[in-house]
């Protein structure tokens, strides 16, 4: 399963570090700064969770086209530091990429070859001092999650904090933007009290606008087609954790369209991974599926052709499509060892499968 981390409370002090506005609206694949070889075009970053406390989290770089070029924990080779504790969302945008990383309560901004170029920590403002946690980029700025029920709007350029929103809950997690609001999975206390809120925030006041009601523990979020779909871990669920629609033109409508661990988008496409562990063999049941998100009809049918024997009952924590050539990456993960991630083609035939690095890889992005 993807990420299951525990609550956490970072002692860090507020900075922040300007740097080079390299990003643009296209990908720039700048090698400004870099300290090792660097494909040239066809770049994969994969953020390791790590465990909480290791101080291990970390990138890997992987090179599609060009294995030799691949290289793990790439932040710390460019930057000369340790990425820190507890990693939980990379995102892309305008060129640059965005780390979130929850214990150490900070977000980085990174060019496209894992160059530091901007980074804010939280701790000195009380109401970001629970964590970070999701990300979602619009219109020029961050807006990210925190436990202790808060978001923050934060300049995508130099990292700046332009307000913050309070009183949304307890542990914020997943976020996404549609049309101008803000989408924020609300999922428990740390006295493991589930809620059911996705809290929707106007961006143009910056105020609470609405709450919807969902299955208990809301956790991932995904925006497509002025659809929102929402993955909620209920440990109460039998079939595993339970997927919604949040059809946003129809007032909010909810809908369950079934079970799911791992879900991810292209062309109009959701591409769905229910993966449930029994934890007596540590072995998983998979389950691959699609939902197409204008008729609303799912396919039952595997979105892989040939897969792995070591991925089909192993327990899985990732599933990526790179949106420009639609490559599938799935991610498996004993939270003991280094991850492996398993790469296919768009038709879903195996690729190849590489060491991830690190532990818990969760997330990835792609520069072509």
């Known amino acids: 399963m993807r990420k299951l981390n525990l609550f956490v409370a970072s002692i860090c002090t507020l900075s922040l570090t300007l740097g080079l506005a390299s990003c643009s609206e296209n990908d720039n694949l700048t090698n400004q700064g870099s300290k090792v070889e660097l494909p040239a075009k066809h770049r994969a970053y994969f953020l390791n969770e790590g465990n909480m406390n290791d101080n291990n989290a970390n990138i890997k770089l992987y090179a599609p086209t060009n294995s030799e ?7 710390y080779k460019q930057n000369n530091q340790r990425l820190g504790d507890t990693a ?7 060129g640059c990429m965005y780390v979130s990383v929850n214990k150490s309560n900070y977000i980085a901004k990174l060019s496209a070859a894992a160059v530091e170029e901007a980074r804010v920590t939280f701790t000195d403002v009380p109401e970001l001092q629970g964590g970070v946690r999701y990300m979602v980029a619009d219109d020029g700025y961050i807006y990210a999650t925190f436990y202790g029920g808060a978001v923050a709007k934060i300049n995508a350029n130099n990292l700046k904090i332009e307000a913050t929103l309070t009183g949304l809950g307890d542990n914020l997690e997943g976020i996404v933007e549609d049309n101008g609001k803000l989408y924020v999975a609300n999922s428990c206390n740390s006295d493991w009290v589930y809620f059911r809120d996705i809290r929707v925030i106007d961006t143009r006041t910056f105020t609470l606008e609405n709450t919807i009601e969902v299955a208990q ?7 497509e087609d002025d659809k929102v779909f929402v993955i909620s871990c209920d440990y109460t669920s ?3 954790y339970v997927l919604q629609q949040i059809n946003t033109r129809k007032n909010n409508e909810v809908k369950q369209i079934g079970y799911a661990s791992q879900m991810a988008e292209k062309d109009g496409i959701l591409y769905v991974i229910n993966s449930v562990t029994d934890w007596s063999t540590k072995k998983a049941t998979n389950t691959l599926y699609t939902y197409n998100i204008e008729t609303g009809v799912v396919n039952n049918a595997s979105f892989l052709r040939d ?5 089909k009952t192993a327990g899985i924590y990732m599933l990526e499509i790179n949106d420009n050539n ?3 990456y799935i991610s498996k993960s004993d939270f003991v060892t280094n991850g492996t991630i398993y790469r296919f083609d768009r038709n879903g035939n195996f690729v190849e499968s590489f060491d991830a690095g690190g532990l818990n890889p969760c997330c990835g992005v792609f520069f072509d």
């Open 326 to 328: 639609g490559d599938i």
């Open 217 to 223: 523990n809301p956790r991932y979020l995904l925006e």
């Open 69 to 75: 070029l691949s290289t793990d924990d790439i932040f």
């Open 88 to 94: 939980v969302d990379l995102i892309k945008y305008r």
């Open 238 to 240: 039998a079939g595993g």
């Open 307 to 311: 897969m792995p024997e070591a991925l």
